[in-house]
């Protein structure tokens, strides 16, 4: 039964910052590819962020990059996104995504095997 359960997200001001973790069990989160997605009222869920197994490489979705950090730690089952400069349009519900045995970074909701449930992250201006 892998379980992928998200932090809390929460409401902050415009320029602020959230920290979002995931803590994954039941698979062998030292060799999973993990991934972050969002998904906002009217529109598809889209790629965030990505993470290899081993921390060694990492993609950002261009509207992201320079604002967010991926990174994971491998001895306590999580993956983090550190969100900075936070603004209006990163309203979403953020999902934590991983594929298990992979080596790879996906950018796409297809690479990725196991899901969380999601948390809402809302920015006001």
């Known amino acids: 039964q892998v379980q992928l359960v998200e932090s809390e997200g929460g409401l902050v001001q415009a320029g602020g910052s959230l920290l979002l973790s995931c803590a994954a069990s039941?698979?062998?989160?030292?060799?999973?590819?993990m991934g972050w997605f969002r998904q906002a009222p009217g529109k598809e869920r889209e790629f965030v962020a990505a993470?290899?197994?081993?921390?060694?490489?990492?993609n950002y979705a261009e509207s992201v990059k320079g604002r967010f950090t991926i990174s994971r730690a491998n001895s306590r089952n999580t993956v983090y996104l550190q969100m900075n400069s936070l603004r209006p349009e990163d309203t979403a519900v953020y999902y934590c995504?991983?594929?298990?045995?992979?080596?790879?970074?996906?950018?796409?909701?297809?690479?990725?095997?196991?899901w969380g449930q999601g948390t809402q992250v809302s920015v006001s201006s």
């Open positions: 039941g698979l062998t989160f030292s060799n999973a590819a």
């Open positions: 993470i290899t197994w081993n921390g060694a490489s990492t």
């Open positions: 995504a991983a594929r298990s045995g992979n080596r790879g970074l996906g950018a796409v909701p297809t690479f990725y095997g196991y």
